[in-house]
């Protein structure tokens, strides 16, 4: 190696290329990083979870104190009030889900003599003697308080109880109260193979097997929440029901749980309002005695009071100055920020903010129609979990019972069999129904639905929460019994808003004498 190639300059590296952005070297455009804002963490979401969580873990986390907040506004909260009483009414209506028998003979034709045996029979079963293991809640009142209970604590426990300890029909429903069921309970695996979570045994499917409660007995007022002396009762006498939000979750929430902390704070927002107004319309003030006058320290006086009339005004004694105390809140703004809360927390719930509300104000008819049409479409959703989580598989269990002790009397005095049970379990549920909104438009509508063969009348009949067989029944009825009275088809027709079209003669020859 020479001199020269000593001191010869070693060829310049090439210039490093900028490091790619982070989205970039993700293999995700800046652009389109942008548009998922709600996946950036910076200091505006710190708080913000980042972190999925299964539903077992969230339900064991947050569910007793999520329900234990539901019931204390349940108690407290006007609007929870509303919330749990418009689902009473709503979903079991003043009448409950009522059965429609719909028993078929091997010709297609309904058994009306079967029908009407079971109904009787189911509706003799319901009253509060035989429904209810107390012997006080009739059917309707079980169906009310289960879905007032899945509304306020997200799920409802009933046991179907059968033998002697049952009433008169040897088959009864008790409530239990869910908290029964601690949701802390969990084994991981039983001799059996089986597992325990939140109070739930299932098989390794994830399909119920048992029930653990602390105490299903009525004498024990305190249910030893979070011992391990847990009664076992099997899944075939238990029906657990709530709605699911999330897959693979086993307990419920309360249906109101994404309101509760918007009503906790109007509460206190509504109390602090009304105590300031209460202070402000008092027109309190206080008396200020200026330097120098006034009693000295260790003197004693009386304090100074004023009797405030109309139109009188009072001298104050030398020294004294009137400082007035006059707060000004509530004003204008409190009624529009309450109805935007109050429209929030109705958004949680699924019902319109005026039926929560009660407010009327300034709504058109166009608009609570749309609203009202809305929500009925969620009761009705409502309606159909509570006929698959109750009102079916209590009618299924009491059909056995009631068939194999030959209590289903028909009107002649016959009993229906028992080995006809596949034949008697086809039935049908009506809940209940609403009033037309604009009764005039909507009938019309009806009516030319029907006669354009769009829906058959069997359909609106059902609409209006009645059963389309006693509906004709009635309606042959109310025909004989008119005809028995000696009143013309003519004007029966017309009772009814038919009109009767006489035919015709047939044209006579010209040359018939």
């Given at each position: 190696?020479?001199?020269?190639?000593?001191?010869?300059?070693?060829?310049a590296?090439?210039?490093?290329?900028?490091?790619p952005p982070a989205e970039?070297?993700?293999?995700?455009?800046?652009r389109?990083l942008?548009?998922l804002?709600?996946?950036?963490?910076d200091?505006?979401t710190?708080s913000?979870?980042?972190?999925p969580?299964p539903?077992?873990?969230?339900?064991?986390k947050?569910?007793?104190?999520?329900?234990?907040?539901?019931?204390?506004?349940?108690a407290?909260?006007?609007?929870?009030k509303?919330?749990?009483?418009m689902?009473?009414?709503?979903?079991?209506?003043?009448?409950?889900?009522?059965l429609?028998a719909?028993?078929?003979?091997?010709?297609?034709?309904l058994?009306?003599?079967a029908?009407d045996?079971?109904?009787?029979a189911?509706?003799?079963w319901?009253?509060?003697?035989?429904a209810?293991?107390?012997?006080q809640d009739?059917w309707r009142?079980?169906?009310r308080m289960?879905?007032?209970?899945?509304a306020?604590d997200?799920e409802?426990f009933a046991r179907i109880v059968?033998g002697?300890?049952?009433?008169p029909?040897?088959?009864?429903?008790?409530?239990?109260?869910p908290?029964?069921?601690p949701?802390?309970?969990?084994i991981?695996?039983?001799?059996?193979g089986?597992?325990?979570?939140a109070?739930?045994?299932?098989?390794?499917?994830?399909?119920?097997?048992a029930?653990?409660f602390?105490?299903t007995?009525?004498?024990?007022?305190q249910?030893?929440y979070g011992g391990?002396a847990?009664?076992?009762v099997p899944a075939?006498e238990?029906?657990?029901?709530?709605?699911?939000w999330?897959?693979?979750q086993?307990?419920?929430?309360p249906?109101?749980?994404?309101a509760?902390?918007r009503?906790?704070h109007i509460?206190?927002?509504?109390k602090?309002?009304?105590?300031?107004?209460?202070?402000s319309?008092a027109?309190m003030g206080?008396f200020e005695w200026q330097?120098g006058?006034?009693?000295?320290?260790?003197?004693?006086?009386e304090p100074i009071?004023?009797?405030?009339e109309?139109?009188?005004f009072?001298?104050?004694p030398?020294?004294?100055?009137?400082?007035?105390?006059?707060?000004?809140y509530?004003?204008g703004?409190?009624?529009g920020?309450?109805?935007?809360?109050?429209?929030?927390?109705?958004?949680?719930?699924?019902?319109?903010y005026?039926?929560?509300a009660?407010?009327l104000e300034?709504v058109s008819?166009s608009?609570?129609?749309?609203?009202t049409l809305e929500?009925?479409?969620h009761?009705?959703e409502?309606?159909?979990?509570?006929?698959e989580a109750?009102?079916?598989p209590?009618?299924?269990?009491?059909l056995?019972v009631?068939?194999l002790?030959?209590?289903i009397?028909?009107?002649?005095?016959?009993t229906?069999?028992a080995?006809k049970l596949?034949?008697y379990?086809?039935?049908?549920?009506?809940?209940r129904?609403?009033a037309?909104?604009?009764?005039?438009?909507?009938?019309q509508?009806a009516?030319?639905?029907k006669?354009n063969l769009l829906?058959?009348?069997?359909?609106?009949i059902?609409?209006?929460?009645?059963d389309?067989?006693t509906v004709?029944r009635?309606?042959?009825?109310?025909?004989?019994?008119?005809r028995a009275a000696?009143?013309?088809?003519?004007?029966i027709?017309?009772s009814?808003?038919?009109?009767?079209?006489q035919?015709?003669?047939?044209?006579?020859p010209e040359?018939?004498?």
């Amino acid at each position: 190696m020479g001199v020269l190639d000593v001191f010869r300059r070693a060829p310049a590296a090439p210039a490093a290329e900028p490091a790619p952005p982070a989205e970039k070297a993700r293999g995700l455009p800046r652009r389109g990083l942008r548009m998922l804002s709600a996946g950036l963490v910076d200091r505006l979401t710190a708080s913000w979870s980042t972190t999925p969580e299964p539903a077992d873990a969230l339900i064991r986390k947050h569910h007793r104190v999520v329900v234990a907040r539901s019931r204390e506004q349940a108690a407290n909260n006007d609007y929870m009030k509303a919330f749990l009483r418009m689902c009473g009414a709503n979903i079991v209506g003043p009448n409950g889900i009522i059965l429609q028998a719909q028993a078929r003979d091997p010709s297609g034709a309904l058994d009306q003599v079967a029908n009407d045996a079971i109904e009787a029979a189911w509706w003799e079963w319901g009253r509060p003697a035989n429904a209810s293991v107390t012997g006080q809640d009739s059917w309707r009142a079980l169906q009310r308080m289960a879905v007032i209970t899945a509304a306020q604590d997200g799920e409802f426990f009933a046991r179907i109880v059968r033998g002697a300890d049952a009433g008169p029909w040897r088959i009864a429903v008790q409530l239990i109260d869910p908290i029964r069921c601690p949701v802390e309970h969990d084994i991981e695996r039983l001799d059996n193979g089986n597992f325990v979570r939140a109070g739930v045994e299932m098989n390794r499917y994830g399909r119920p097997v048992a029930y653990h409660f602390t105490t299903t007995d009525e004498r024990e007022e305190q249910y030893r929440y979070g011992g391990r002396a847990f009664v076992r009762v099997p899944a075939d006498e238990i029906l657990h029901g709530f709605v699911p939000w999330l897959s693979g979750q086993k307990r419920g929430l309360p249906w109101a749980s994404t309101a509760l902390y918007r009503m906790h704070h109007i509460e206190g927002w509504e109390k602090a309002a009304v105590i300031n107004a209460r202070v402000s319309a008092a027109k309190m003030g206080f008396f200020e005695w200026q330097d120098g006058m006034g009693p000295g320290p260790e003197e004693s006086h009386e304090p100074i009071t004023i009797d405030a009339e109309p139109g009188k005004f009072h001298e104050l004694p030398p020294g004294v100055k009137f400082n007035g105390f006059v707060p000004q809140y509530p004003q204008g703004e409190f009624p529009g920020f309450l109805k935007a809360m109050l429209r929030g927390v109705a958004a949680g719930m699924g019902v319109s903010y005026n039926a929560l509300a009660q407010d009327l104000e300034g709504v058109s008819f166009s608009s609570i129609r749309s609203g009202t049409l809305e929500e009925r479409e969620h009761w009705k959703e409502l309606q159909e979990w509570l006929i698959e989580a109750l009102v079916q598989p209590v009618f299924d269990a009491w059909l056995e019972v009631a068939l194999l002790s030959r209590r289903i009397k028909t009107q002649a005095g016959g009993t229906l069999m028992a080995e006809k049970l596949e034949k008697y379990r086809n039935v049908e549920w009506q809940p209940r129904r609403w009033a037309w909104v604009d009764p005039k438009a909507d009938v019309q509508a009806a009516v030319a639905s029907k006669n354009n063969l769009l829906v058959p009348a069997s359909t609106l009949i059902r609409e209006q929460g009645r059963d389309p067989t006693t509906v004709y029944r009635e309606i042959a009825a109310d025909i004989a019994a008119m005809r028995a009275a000696g009143i013309p088809d003519e004007l029966i027709a017309l009772s009814m808003g038919q009109t009767l079209v006489q035919p015709q003669a047939p044209d006579e020859p010209e040359d018939a004498p």
